[in-house]
C-alpha cells in the first residue's frame, strides 16, 4: 500500500478494546514511544477500551480469570517479594473487595519497579500529540456522554479509525 | 572515551522503566540545539536496544553508549 505523501513521519494505529489495569497499559506504553520516537499515533478506544478516556480512571484488575496473575507482595524482604502465593479461586471470588485489593497491590508493584501510572502515561501521550478517539457507538450503547471523557480526546466511528489505520505503517489491535 | 565527550546537557532516567527513558529523552532532545549533546543514565536493562531503536527512528545520533557504576550511559547528538 502506497502512502499518499512519501515523506510523512511513520504512524502507528491502536485500538485499545479494555478497559483494566493490565490491558490500559500497553496501548498507552506503544503510544508514547512511537509518539517519542516521532511517529504519528492514534488510538481509538471502544467497548470496555473507552472508559479509559474518562477523566478519573478506576481501572483494575482481577486475578480472577487470569491464572497466570503472580500473586507477590509488593513490600517485604526480596524473598517474601518473590512468593507466588497459591491463592484458591473459591478465596478470590467470595473474598468481597478482592479486585480492589489486587489493583492496589499491583499498582504498587508498578510504582515500585518504576512503571509509571496510567494517568501519566495518558498524559504523556497527550504532550505527545497522540490522537486518542473515543468510539461513538460504545458512547451510544453504555449511555455515555461526549462530556463524561477528557476534553482532548475526539470522538469517531469504525469509518474514522480506518482511514487512519489505512495508511498507518503499524496497525494493532489490543 | 566517555571523558572525551562533553555533553550539554544531562539527563537521569535512573528507576525508570520502559518507555519512560525515551520519552525523556525525546523531550529532552527537544530543548538541546542542533549538533549538541546529550548524556543519558538509564538503569532499565531495557534501555540499550530501545535506546538503539529510538535513535534510528528519530535519525538523532547514539554516538556512543557504556556502563558506568552500574548505570547505563548513554550520548546522544541532536542531529536535526
Known sequence: ?174 | MVDVIKEDQILDCSGMLCPMPVVKVSKAIKTLEIGQILKMFATDPGAPPDMEAWSRQTRHELMYSTQENGKFVFFIRRLK
Open chain 1, 1 to 174: 500500500m502506497a502512502k499518499s505523501d512519501p515523506n510523512a513521519p511513520k504512524r502507528l494505529a491502536l485500538i485499545a478494546s479494555k478497559g483494566t489495569l493490565d490491558w490500559a497499559y500497553p496501548p498507552f506504553i506503544l503510544a508514547s514511544a512511537a509518539g517519542a520516537m516521532g511517529w504519528e499515533v492514534g488510538v481509538f478506544f471502544t467497548f470496555f477500551g473507552l472508559t479509559l478516556l474518562k477523566p478519573i480512571l478506576t481501572t483494575q484488575v482481577t486475578p480472577i480469570g487470569n491464572p497466570a496473575m503472580p500473586m507477590k507482595m509488593p513490600f517485604g524482604s526480596d524473598g517474601f517479594q518473590n512468593i507466588n502465593w497459591p491463592i484458591p479461586q473459591m478465596l478470590m471470588t467470595n473474598v468481597p473487595g478482592f479486585n480492589a485489593l489486587a489493583t492496589t497491590l499491583m499498582k504498587q508493584m508498578f510504582e515500585n519497579k518504576g512503571v509509571a501510572s496510567i494517568e501519566e502515561l495518558r498524559q504523556t501521550c497527550l504532550d505527545l500529540d497522540v490522537r486518542l478517539i473515543g468510539c461513538q457507538m460504545t458512547m451510544d450503547v453504555f449511555g455515555f456522554k461526549r462530556e463524561h471523557f477528557i476534553k482532548e480526546c475526539e470522538i469517531g466511528g469504525a469509518a474514522t479509525f480506518l482511514e487512519y489505520a489505512s495508511e498507518a505503517d503499524v496497525q494493532l489491535f489490543i
